[in-house]
T-cell receptor, first 113, second 117 residues
Framework: AQSVTQLDSQVPVFEEAPVELRCNDSSSVSVYLFWYVQYPNQGLQLLLKYLSGSTLVESINGFEAEFNKSQTSFHLRKPSVHISDTAEYFCAVSDTGGFKTIFGAGTRLFVKA | GAVVSQHPSRVICKSGTSVKIECRSLDFQATTMFWYRQFPKQSLMLMATSNEGSKATYEQGVEKDKFLINHASLTLSTLTVTSAHPEDSSFYIC?????????????FGPGTRLTVT
C-alpha cells in the first residue's frame, strides 16, 4: 500500500533563511508526486508536481522539489523564505494520476521575522 | 486556472439535523469529484469519489447512508451529512478533475467548516 511520510510536523524558520520540508514515499509504484499548500481555513493549492521527465520541478514562487527515486524522496526546498510562506504543506502521491491521491500528514511551516 | 467553489463556507447546525454542502466547478466540467474530511492539524482523508451520473464510491469506514453524495451534473456535487452529531464536526473539502490542467491535477474548493452543536 502507498504511504507518504512527512518527517517533520512543524518547521520554524527565520525569514530569508533556507528551508527543506521532507517527504518520503514508501511505495515503489507511485509515479505522480505533488506538493500542496494550505493557508488557514482554505482549501489546498497545488504548489508543484512531478509526473515524468526532469526530476527537478519548480514552482512560480521559488519553491522546488526533486524526486530521488533511489531514496524515494521528494523534499520541498526554498532558498529564502518569506513571512507569507507560513502555511501547511502537504506531500501527496498517486499511482493512478489524479485518482486515489494519498496525502502525507502535513508540515506546518512557520516563518518568523 | 480552474476554479472550484464550495457553499457554504461555514455552517453551524444542531445535533440530529442534516446539512448539505455544495461543490461546484465554475469554469470547467468536472468528470470526477472527490470529497475529503480534514480534522484539526491533520491531513486530508478521502471520503468518497463521485462521477457524474453514477453512484459515489466510498472509502472503507465511511458510512454511505450518513454521508450522501450526489453528482447530478458535470459542475455540481453535493455532500449531505444526515443526522449530524458533534463528532461530524470537521472541515470538508471537495476537489475536481477535468479542468484545463493535465488529467492528474485536482482542483480544490476552499472548504466548508461544519460545526455540530
Amino acid at each position: 500500500a502507498q504511504s507518504v511520510t512527512q518527517l517533520d510536523s512543524q518547521v520554524p524558520v527565520f525569514e530569508e533563511a533556507p528551508v527543506e520540508l521532507r517527504c518520503n514515499d514508501s511505495s515503489s509504484v507511485s509515479v505522480y508526486l505533488f506538493w500542496y499548500v494550505q493557508y488557514p481555513n482554505q482549501g489546498l493549492q497545488l504548489l508543484l508536481k512531478y509526473l515524468s521527465g526532469s526530476t527537478l520541478v519548480e514552482s512560480i514562487n521559488g519553491f522546488e522539489a526533486e524526486f530521488n527515486k533511489s531514496q524515494t524522496s521528494f523534499h520541498l526546498r526554498k532558498p529564502s523564505v518569506h513571512i507569507s510562506d507560513t502555511a501547511e504543506y502537504f506531500c501527496a502521491v498517486s499511482d493512478t494520476g489524479g485518482f486515489k491521491t494519498i496525502f502525507g500528514a502535513g508540515t506546518r511551516l512557520f516563518v518568523k521575522a | 486556472g480552474a476554479v472550484v467553489s464550495q457553499h457554504p463556507s461555514r455552517v453551524i447546525c444542531k445535533s440530529g439535523t442534516s446539512v448539505k454542502i455544495e461543490c461546484r466547478s465554475l469554469d470547467f466540467q468536472a468528470t470526477t469529484m472527490f470529497w475529503y474530511r480534514q480534522f484539526p492539524k491533520q491531513s486530508l482523508m478521502l471520503m468518497a469519489t463521485s462521477n457524474e451520473g453514477s453512484k459515489a464510491t466510498y472509502e472503507q469506514g465511511v458510512e454511505k447512508d450518513k454521508f450522501l453524495i450526489n453528482h447530478a451534473s458535470l459542475t455540481l456535487s453535493t455532500l449531505t451529512v444526515t443526522s449530524a452529531h458533534p463528532e461530524d464536526s470537521s472541515f470538508y473539502i471537495c476537489s475536481a478533475i477535468g479542468g484545463q490542467g493535465d488529467l492528474y491535477e485536482q482542483y480544490f474548493g476552499p472548504g466548508t467548516r461544519l460545526t455540530v452543536t
